[in-house]
T-cell receptor, first 111, second 111 residues
Framework: GQQLNQSPQSMFIQEGEDVSMNCTSS?????WLWYKQDPGEGPVLLIALYKAGELTSNGRLTAQFGITRKDSFLNISASIPSDVGIYFCAGQGNTGNQFYFGTGTSLTVIP | DVKVTQSSRYLVKRTGEKVFLECVQD?????MFWYRQDPGLGLRLIYFSYDVKMKEKGDIPEGYSVSREKKERFSLILESASTNQTSMYLC??????????FGDGTRLSIL
């Protein structure tokens, strides 16, 4: 199946720092999603992007749909301990109903 | 709010057993999905279904089967469990072409 390259694989940051992560695909996507998975829980949708160039915020989170439609970015400003978790990107192309997921970025915030 | 409920949070079974993982959603979603999640590999799609009695293989269907007799319920079956099927299993549902909503997962151990 389609593979999304998500980086970095893991991050260890101090509380208050900003975080950036990204996701790239070999194919063009029409929709990009960002999910967060808390320890022991299922992934929860954070942000959905539907148009190339779109920039969307959800509190301290901001995500962008890359202009080439082959990448997406997630930024977290002023991190706090509850930001800890695994962040997944997901993309949907022209062929069918399916979303493809990245391998995840594990975020650790040090108080 | 969408609710996707997986029948067990933790399950321990023996090699060779037939194992059933159940998933129920309460939002009348057409699409349902089963993933497994392993460290460093992200979410890998096992099977999905777009309608009752309909199923499609995902990226890693070997050793698994599924059943969708009712719209709200999607079952994953391990025909003869093996130790390499020890993993976290996530169920998801969605409307067509819309973001997926996940359950909290079943952590399955095969001894």
């Amino acid at each position: 199946g389609q593979q999304l390259n998500q980086s970095p694989q893991s991050m260890f940051i101090q509380e208050g720092e900003d975080v950036s992560m990204n996701c790239t695909s070999s194919s063009i996507f029409n929709t990009w999603l960002w999910y967060k998975q808390d320890p022991g829980e299922g992934p929860v949708l954070l942000i959905a992007l539907y148009k190339a160039g779109e920039l969307t915020s959800n509190g301290r989170l901001t995500a962008q749909f890359g202009i080439t439609r082959k990448d997406s970015f997630l930024n977290i400003s002023a991190s706090i301990p509850s930001d800890v978790g695994i962040y997944f990107c997901a993309g949907q192309g022209n062929t069918g109903n399916q979303f493809y997921f990245g391998t995840g970025t594990s975020l650790t915030v040090i108080p | 709010d969408v609710k996707v409920t997986q029948s067990s949070r933790y399950l321990v079974k023996r090699t060779g057993e037939k194992v059933f993982l159940e998933c129920v959603q309460d939002m009348d979603h057409e699409n349902m999905f089963w993933y497994r999640q392993d460290p460093g590999l992200g979410l890998r799609l096992i099977y999905f279904s777009y309608d009752v009695k309909m199923k499609e293989k995902g990226d890693i269907p070997e050793g698994y089967s599924v059943s969708r007799e009712k719209k709200e319920r999607f079952s994953l079956i391990l025909e003869s469990a093996s130790t390499n099927q020890t993993s976290m299993y996530l169920c998801a549902s969605s409307l067509p072409y819309q973001p997926q909503h996940f359950g909290d997962g079943t952590r399955l151990s095969i001894l």
